[in-house]
């Protein structure tokens, strides 16, 4: 069974264009993540829902927009792309309840030309 | 601010010997979590080991242990007879807080040579 899955695994798109990376987790935790991690495998997290509150939300361009239908899903949606967006994307969840260690995703590699 | 440093960018074993990680992490906190993680080749993400501060007990998950010094606030990994699988990117990775939120060193690179 799938614990934390994300759609697509890969995506290739051109400059300009939007898109949009679905997270999925079937482990009843009540919070989840999105990072990115770049080409020096740096990881920085973007955003956080607790139960579809957002809790975190750093420094990113407002091109990029999380929206949690639900405490098992939440989705990234990318305007406007451009070349610096490159990189991998993962989700990740975490189940809370004094406990603080986060399951993650596939990852996303996401491609701009 | 908090910051996890890890200082071997890349470090290399011999398979079947021990190798230790270093990670250490500045914090004025008492009550934090500390997790190793581990990226293959393959990109996941993969939870290797985790430590809770209130715990003086150093954690181990089979081959892997920590060497947690809170005083020194340093939480090596220690990996034993390493296999070829243990090449990848290993991650130290600091939490605290209700949004749980991981504050990641820059990962070590390990090669595991047969």
């Known amino acids: 069974d799938t614990a934390v899955s994300q759609t697509p695994k890969y995506l290739v798109t051109q400059m300009g264009n939007d898109k949009s990376i679905k997270c999925e987790q079937n482990?009843?935790?009540?919070?989840m993540y999105w990072y990115k991690q770049d080409s020096k495998k740096f990881l920085k997290i973007m955003f956080s829902?607790?139960?579809?509150?957002?809790?975190i939300n750093e420094t990113v361009p407002n091109r990029f927009s999380p929206k949690s239908p639900d405490k098992a899903h939440l989705n990234l949606h990318i305007n406007s792309l451009e070349l610096g967006d490159s990189a991998v994307y993962f989700c990740?969840?975490?189940?809370?309840?004094?406990?603080?260690?986060?399951?993650f995703g596939p990852g996303t590699r996401l491609t701009v030309t | 601010a908090q910051t996890v440093t890890q200082s071997q960018p890349e470090m290399s074993v011999q398979e079947a010997e021990t190798v230790t990680l270093s990670c250490t992490y500045d914090?004025?906190?008492?009550?934090?979590?500390l997790f190793w993680y581990k990226q293959p080749p393959s990109r996941q993400m993969i939870l290797v080991i985790r430590?809770?501060?209130?715990k003086q007990q150093n954690a181990t998950e089979n081959r892997f242990s920590v060497n947690f010094q809170k005083a020194a606030k340093s939480f090596s990994l220690k990996i034993s007879d390493s296999q070829l699988g243990d090449a990848a990117m290993y991650f130290c990775?600091?939490?605290?807080?209700?949004?749980?939120?991981?504050?990641w060193g820059l990962g070590t690179s390990l090669a595991v040579n047969p």
């Open positions: 990775a600091y939490s605290r807080g209700n949004n749980r939120k991981l504050i």
């Open positions: 914090t004025s906190e008492s009550d934090y979590y």
């Open positions: 430590q809770e501060a209130y």
């Open positions: 482990l009843g935790h009540d919070t």
């Open positions: 829902y607790n139960n579809k509150e957002l809790i």
């Open positions: 990740a969840s975490s189940p809370g309840q004094g406990r603080h260690e986060q399951y």
